[in-house]
């Protein structure tokens, strides 16, 4: 194959890669569920499901179908507005995809579930991860169109403008917006929800905040030293493929890590005291009388189709600097 081809094929394996990323950051990524005998077949089908998704934690359960128990007897439990099980997905004030639904709100009825064993609210998972997400889709996706070019001064305007276009619109989205702020109000009030501690509340707060300003510059240094390490090594090119193939790795580290989190902080509000434990990452469990699945979705099988696109294109590439040691 010659350079010209080779050259192609890297172009066309990073471009199958960006399409995969744009879908994956709108697809959910992950999906858990919950069972137990007050939650009949009938009624959930899938049990109380939620869906990860990179930005938020998203309503998993389906509507069932007419005849159905839940159609039948418990919906009308589950809608009622003069019952503890009123569902907050049909608050006439809530904007939004959910508004008129059906079905049960089943982060709600997860959060409610999770409360008795003392957990944090599902919400309050990833608060500096979620938000700045999109800004680090947008560095992945710079790096990967940088990749994709041949030739090092093109590759290096691409990385100059992407980087101080994606810098600027999240410092305007993010401070001058007043989206952190917001953000952090957000995070406070679903702290706060079981919880009733205002200063500790407060300084948690504080904390999201001051580790999404670090999070903010952090991304900046890295957007500043991937350009110099561009222009300075020729080898360094290759990081512009590796580490945004690294993605799936990424996610499993963090949602396993707040997986850790959320098992092993449980607070006094609790009704059932439950030891410490790990919630399972992958497959099923059992906690009380729940039974739990954890599984990947459509989502993550992008994420490693991204790694496979831009794991051959690397290879190409390195095989190309060997080869062609002076050829930029």
Request: charged share 15%; hydrophobic share 50%; with cysteine.
């Amino acid at each position: 194959m010659n350079t010209k081809n080779e050259n192609g094929l890297v172009a066309l394996l990073a471009l199958a890669a960006l399409a995969a990323l744009v879908l994956a950051y709108f697809l959910p990524i992950w999906w858990v569920s919950l069972t137990a005998p007050n939650y009949p077949p009938d009624a959930f089908p899938d049990g109380i499901r939620i869906h990860f998704h990179f930005d938020k934690v998203a309503n998993g359960c389906k509507v069932a179908g007419k005849g159905s128990q839940m159609a039948g007897e418990i919906i009308q439990g589950d809608l009622s507005h003069d019952t503890e099980r009123w569902n907050p997905i049909l608050n006439p004030e809530k904007k939004g995809i959910d508004v008129g639904a059906k079905g049960l709100d089943c982060v709600h009825e997860m959060n409610t579930i999770n409360h008795y064993v003392g957990m944090f609210p599902i919400e309050t998972g990833a608060p500096v991860e979620r938000p700045l997400a999109k800004f680090f889709f947008a560095f992945f996706a710079v790096m990967i169109l940088a990749f994709a070019l041949p030739r090092r001064n093109p590759r290096l305007i691409l990385l100059g403008a992407g980087f101080a276009a994606i810098a600027l619109w999240m410092l305007i989205d993010q401070l001058m917006l007043g989206k952190l702020d917001a953000h952090v109000q957000v995070y406070m009030h679903e702290s706060g929800r079981f919880f009733k501690d205002p200063e500790r509340v407060a300084s948690w707060g504080d904390n999201v905040r001051l580790l999404s300003q670090v999070a903010m510059f952090g991304l900046i240094a890295s957007m500043v030293f991937v350009v110099v390490g561009v222009a300075k090594w020729r080898n360094f090119q290759l990081l512009l493929a590796l580490v945004p193939a690294l993605l799936p790795l990424y996610f499993l580290v963090t949602y396993s890590g707040w997986l850790w989190f959320f098992g092993h902080n449980l607070h006094d509000w609790a009704a059932f005291t439950v030891k410490p434990f790990m919630p399972t990452v992958f497959g099923e469990g059992k906690v009380a009388q729940f039974s739990t699945y954890s599984y990947p979705t459509w989502g993550y099988a992008l994420l490693l189709l991204i790694f496979v696109s831009l794991m051959l294109a690397l290879l190409i590439r390195r095989k190309q600097l060997r080869e062609y040691p002076e050829r930029e």
